[in-house]
């Protein structure tokens, strides 16, 4: 049993002087470890700007895609609309063509 408890002390006697060795280390060596963690923030900061230039070109690319999208129905509402203004205006009351005037406040 006393051997066994001399090995423990002397475990954490060992533990004890591998921390004052790294915090004596640490200490001599006070510009690597701050150079070293500088370096190490700015690479965080790199990858997360990294990371935001390709989300920025990801919604740059569905800006794009809508602004077309957006195109295309204003002219497949305008394409509608002529073709039911001109249906209308076969129509001899004129009525049908009136309505959808005022439907699209146009005068003609």
Do not use: V
Request: no cysteine; proline share 0%.
């Amino acid at each position: 049993m006393s051997s066994s408890s001399t090995r423990s002390t002397a475990a954490g006697a060992g533990d004890a002087k591998k921390k004052l060795g790294f915090l004596a280390h640490a200490m001599k060596r006070k510009d690597s470890f701050i150079q070293f963690f500088a370096m190490t923030g700015i690479l965080l900061l790199s990858m997360r700007s990294l990371g935001q230039k390709y989300k920025i070109h990801g919604l740059e690319e569905d800006t794009h895609a809508l602004r077309e999208e957006h195109g295309s129905l204003t002219d497949r509402m305008k394409n509608i609309k002529r073709a039911l203004l001109h249906e209308a205006s076969q129509d001899s009351t004129g009525i049908l063509a009136s309505r959808l005037r005022s439907i699209f406040n146009e005068q003609h």
